[in-house]
T-cell receptor
Framework: AQTVTQSQPEMSVQEAETVTLSCTYD???????LFWYKQPPSRQMILVIR??????QNATENRFSVNFQKAAKSFSLKISDSQLGDAAMYFC???????????FGKGTKLTVNP | ETGVTQTPRHLVMGMTNKKSLKCEQH?????MYWYKQSAKKPLELMFV???????ENNSVPSRFSPECPNSSHLFLHLHTLQPEDSALYLC?????????????FGPGTRLLVL
C-alpha cells in the first residue's frame, strides 16, 4: 500500500524568508501524481501545487515550488518570501494513476513569525 | 472559495439521532468524495462516486450511508453514530480522466456526537 510521510509535525519561518517542507512517499508504481494542500485555521483545504510523476520539471506556482526527486521518492515544498497568510497545516498527498484514492500525510503545521 | 459547498458547517447530534450532511459542487466535475479528518490522523477517504456510481467504500461502518443523486450533489446520511465519529467531514470533487486533476475540497462539516 502507498504511504506518505511528513517528518516535520511543525515548522516555523520568519516573514519574508524561505522555508522547505519535506515529504516522502512509498510506491511501486511509476505513473502517479503528487499534491500539496494547505489548510488554514478556517479549515478549507486548498490546492497549492500539483506534480505529474512522468514530468521531470518541478512544478511552480508563484512563491511555491517543489523539489521532486522521483528516484528518492521525495517531494518537498519550498515557500519563498513567506507571508503571514501562509500560516496553515500543509498536507502532502499521493495518487496513483490507477486509483481515485488520494493518500495524505499527517501534515506539517507552519507558523509564520512577523 | 465557493466551488464546493457543504451544509451544515457545524452539527451536534446524539447517538440515536439521524442526520444528513450535504455537499454540492459547482465545478462541473464528475467525481465526488467524502473524507473524515480526525485530530492527529491523516485524512481518511470514506467514499468515492464516479459518474454517480460508488467506486470505493473504504471499509466504512454501515452507520454512514452515502447517496449521490447526480454528479453535483453528494449526501452522507448518519444514524446511530458513536462519540468516536466526531470529526471534520470533508467533501471533495474532481474531474476524472487523463491527465488526472486535483481534488477540490469544501469547507467541511464539524460533527460532534454526544
Amino acid at each position: 500500500a502507498q504511504t506518505v510521510t511528513q517528518s516535520q509535525p511543525e515548522m516555523s519561518v520568519q516573514e519574508a524568508e524561505t522555508v522547505t517542507l519535506s515529504c516522502t512517499y512509498d510506491t511501486s508504481e511509476s505513473d502517479y501524481y503528487l499534491f500539496w494542500y494547505k489548510q488554514p485555521p478556517s479549515r478549507q483545504m486548498i490546492l497549492v501545487i500539483r506534480q505529474e510523476a512522468y514530468k521531470q520539471q518541478n512544478a511552480t506556482e508563484n512563491r511555491f515550488s517543489v523539489n521532486f526527486q522521483k528516484a528518492a521518492k521525495s517531494f518537498s515544498l519550498k515557500i519563498s518570501d513567506s507571508q503571514l497568510g501562509d500560516a496553515a497545516m500543509y498536507f502532502c498527498a499521493y495518487r496513483s494513476a490507477k486509483s481515485e484514492k488520494l493518500v495524505f500525510g499527517k501534515g506539517t503545521k507552519l507558523t509564520v513569525n512577523p | 472559495e465557493t466551488g464546493v459547498t457543504q451544509t451544515p458547517r457545524h452539527l451536534v447530534m446524539g447517538m440515536t439521532n439521524k442526520k444528513s450532511l450535504k455537499c454540492e459542487q459547482h465545478l462541473g466535475h464528475n467525481a465526488m468524495y467524502w473524507y473524515k479528518q480526525s485530530a492527529k490522523k491523516p485524512l481518511e477517504l470514506m467514499f468515492v462516486y464516479n459518474f454517480k456510481e460508488q467506486t470505493e467504500n473504504n471499509s466504512v461502518p454501515s452507520r454512514f450511508s452515502p447517496e449521490c443523486p447526480n454528479s453535483s450533489h453528494l449526501f452522507l446520511h448518519l444514524h446511530t453514530l458513536q462519540p468516536e465519529d466526531s470529526a471534520l467531514y470533508l467533501c471533495a470533487s474532481s474531474q476524472e480522466g487523463l491527465p488526472i486533476g486535483a481534488q477540490y475540497f469544501g469547507p467541511g462539516t464539524r460533527l460532534l456526537v454526544l
